[in-house]
């Protein structure tokens, strides 16, 4: 079985200034995944030069095949030790993942990276090396299905010093909460965002240093079929319905009212309507056999692309993004926490109602929606695919 590695890094910058002095590179070259994180010494610009520079090289190098030792010695040589602190200008974690789910670990100079298995932290054996000097601690792990290894950078264990915390947030503390969080939340992006939300709070909103988390789980590849608008040709209904029962998709979501309407005639299956689900700002939802899920089209798609946007944020208050029981809540948990894999199946037709007469002729609000979603999945890790009829 392969497996499916849900990617999501996110960041704060450190109060006043405009970049991040920490990076995350990732990298495939067909038979592994690479991933740094690095933070730059210091803040903003110098910062951010140093840490990009730094995990540019090294996932440029282990991408096409160089030893670890190599990599660390350009890195070492392209950026020197800073005079006055005796310091490398930059730090890094190295995650290299092959097709297998074998996991290299090297980590130098950030925190310990925080590693998930059936619920509980596992740690990790290390081996330490020396490289030019540096100090290098190795770690091999086989991946298995619902692991979670989890990077950050050290303004998370600083946070709330000088603040809400008098010596910040202990290496201990954090490996409980995001235990805890990977328990609850399915989704890389939630994990990250709800970390994060809880670091600028210890920072009384005006962090300290530069906060990175990267988190990645490894998941059972999910596929998830979205249909949505009637094709540009009748005679395309047939086609179009005939990849609605096709596959082997984890879910199927019809959006759009006469997206349903041609499924039941082409299926001939009774299409029901939950009129309880109606409410000041969404139609309904409705039920037919062999599907998981059908909304309303344009508005619900809306809402459900405001909610993955906010969870898309650096950070967020866990709070808002409560799921309730209506067309745009549940298309939002389908995509963000129910899938790795989405298949966008969209309809060319254009309905009038979504022709606004003060927008020009060519702009159409559904295919406005429907791109902005598509990016916006991407950006949470998801692997999206869109085809027209």
């Known amino acids: 079985m392969t497996l499916h590695l849900d990617i999501n890094h996110k960041f704060l910058n450190k109060f006043g200034e405009e970049l991040c002095g920490d990076h995350v590179e990732i990298a495939n070259n067909g038979k592994e995944t690479i991933i740094v994180l690095s933070d730059g010494l210091g803040s903003g610009v110098k910062a951010n030069i140093l840490s990009t520079l730094t995990s540019k090289i090294a996932s440029t190098m282990l991408k096409n095949g160089a030893s670890l030792r190599d990599t660390v010695e350009t890195i070492l040589n392209t950026l020197p030790q800073c005079q006055v602190r005796k310091m490398a200008y ?8 092959d097709d297998n789910m074998n996991l290299y670990l090297a980590e130098c100079d950030n925190p310990p990276a925080f590693f998930y298995r059936h619920g509980r932290n596992i740690p990790l054996d290390k081996k330490e090396i020396e490289i030019s000097g540096k100090k290098i601690l190795e770690s091999h792990i086989r ?51 709800n970390f994060l939300g809880v670091c600028s709070n210890l920072y009384n909103s005006k962090p300290g240093d530069d906060t990175t988390i990267l988190t990645v789980k490894v998941k059972k590849p999910h596929i998830v079929d979205v249909f949505t608008g009637p094709p540009l040709e009748r005679d395309l209904d047939k086609e179009f319905v005939h990849k609605m029962t096709d596959g082997n998709s984890f879910r199927k979501i019809l959006c759009g009212g006469t997206t349903a309407l041609i499924a039941s005639r082409e299926l001939k ?40 946007k906010y969870i898309n944020k650096d950070s967020f208050d866990e709070h808002n993004i409560q799921y309730e029981y209506n067309g745009a809540d549940l298309l939002t948990k389908m995509l963000v926490e129910n899938s790795t894999h989405i298949n966008f199946h969209v309809g060319k037709a254009v309905n009038p109602a979504h022709q606004n007469p003060d927008f020009p002729i060519n702009y159409n609000i559904k295919f406005k929606i429907l791109d902005a979603m598509f990016q916006e999945l991407k950006k949470c890790g998801k692997s999206v695919s869109v085809y027209y009829y």
């Open 143 to 193: 991946l298995e299905e619902g692991d979670t290894i989890t990077i950050v950078s050290d303004g998370a264990i600083h946070a709330g010093v000088g603040e809400m915390l008098n010596l910040g947030w202990a290496w201990k503390e954090i490996n409980d909460y995001l235990r805890n969080l990977n328990n609850v939340n399915n989704a890389s992006s939630l994990v990250n965002g």
């Open 269 to 308: 299956r009774n299409l029901e309507v939950d009129k309880d689900t109606i409410s000041e700002h969404l139609p309904p939802i409705a039920y037919m056999e062999g599907f998981d899920l059908i909304t309303e089209g344009v508005l619900t798609m809306g809402k459900a692309l405001e909610k993955i």
């Open 90 to 97: 930059s730090t890094f974690t190295i995650l290299k993942i």
